[in-house]
Structures are given as structure tokens and as C-alpha cells.
């Protein structure tokens, strides 16, 4: 009669804690890299936004022969202002977004780089700042 031995198959817990520092060295490595590319994309959609209100407004303004008022504010490019006769918006088709952040966008009429300003305060949500914090401007 033989014996047959059955050895227990599976991983010692030394390999299983080498996987996991492999995984977690590559976590570290891929993570940081990945977040800035969002954050890089984000500030690229908040530039071409801000790119499209200014097409708008330059529509709006063959229309009416001016910009909106700072008290109008870009929310002139999707309902028609109650003293404007020559209105013929919408000037943008799905309504004003919010800047990548979450906030409202600044109108400014007159401007202080131009004939308006719009400005996202990015994502600090604050004037001034670096980086992903930096304000977006039409001016620039």
C-alpha cells in the first residue's frame, strides 16, 4: 500500500507580502502621474469654455451691437435680456456651464484686459494662486 502525501498548494506569506509592496510601488508610481493628467484636462476644458462664451459673445454683439452688462452676465448668451430688442439667442446651444470646479464663471463688463473678462478662479475657487489653482482668464 503507498502513501500518498497531499502538499498544501498555495502562497507562504512572505511572496504574498512581495506582491503587495510590488503593487503598492506601482500604485505610488501610476497614481500621481494619472491625477495630473486630470487635472492638466481640466484646465484645457475650462480654456476651450471660456473660448466658446467668447465666440458667443461676439455673435451676441453683431446682434445687438454690444456686449452684455456685467449685471446681465453670460447669462444673456441663453435667455433673452428684458431690454434687449435685438436679441437673437440662444448663442449657446446647451445652456452656461459651470467651470470644471463646479463654480460659475466671472463676467466683467467693461474688462479690465479687454472689452470684457471672464475668469474661472480654478480650483482653489479663490483669486490668484499656482498651477491647477492659477485663474483662467478670455484675455489670455
Given amino acids: 500500500m503507498q502513501r500518498t502525501t497531499l502538499k498544501a498548494r498555495g502562497f507562504t506569506l512572505l511572496e504574498l507580502l512581495v506582491v503587495m509592496v510590488i503593487i503598492g510601488l ?4 501610476v497614481a500621481p502621474m494619472y491625477f495630473k493628467q486630470v487635472g492638466k484636462s481640466e484646465v484645457k476644458v475650462a480654456r ?6 467668447g465666440k458667443a ?3 451676441y454683439r ?5 456686449y452684455p452688462s456685467s449685471e446681465q452676465g453670460l447669462a444673456a448668451l441663453t435667455a433673452k435680456p428684458a431690454d434687449e430688442a435685438r436679441w437673437d439667442g440662444p448663442y449657446l446651444k446647451k445652456g452656461l456651464p459651470a467651470d470644471p ?6 463676467y466683467k ?3 479690465t484686459h479687454g472689452e470684457y473678462d471672464i475668469v474661472s478662479f480654478g480650483k482653489d475657487g479663490v483669486p490668484g494662486g499656482t498651477g491647477e489653482d492659477a485663474d ?4 489670455e
Fill in 109 to 111: 463688463r467693461p474688462g
Fill in 62 to 66: 453683431l446682434d445687438t451691437g454690444h
Fill in 26 to 29: 506601482l500604485v505610488g508610481y
Fill in 57 to 59: 459673445l461676439d455673435q
Fill in 101 to 106: 470646479w463646479g463654480a460659475q464663471y466671472t
Fill in 48 to 53: 476651450a469654455q471660456i473660448e466658446s462664451f
Fill in 136 to 139: 483662467l482668464g478670455s484675455w
